[in-house]
């Protein structure tokens, strides 16, 4: 990332176009109220769409997935790890 961030200033410097690239996003990101729906997990859930879930929301640094049970919520213990970028 750092050489392609050091290309891009260079070019900028020199006056030169921004690149263009010819990809596409193939859906519309999440909103936020999106992403929090996507966090909820219930209990009437299959164990694959829990896994889905989980594996789609935990992040290091942020809050993961819950579930409230009997009015208490439980989240998942998201790994003290470095974040992936």
Known sequence: M??????????????????EAAESWSRR???RAQ????????PDMGQD???????????P???GPTIILGGTEFRYDVPNRKPLA
Not at 6 to 15: F, H, L, P, Y
Not at 35 to 42: A, H, M
């Open 2 to 19: 750092l050489s392609l961030y050091q290309d891009i200033v260079a070019n900028i410097v020199a006056g030169q176009p921004l690149p």
């Open 29 to 31: 990101p999440f909103t």
């Open 35 to 42: 992403l929090n729906e996507l966090c909820r997990i219930s």
């Open 49 to 59: 769409e829990i896994a889905r879930r989980v594996r789609a929301t935990v992040y």
């Open 61 to 63: 640094g942020r809050p």
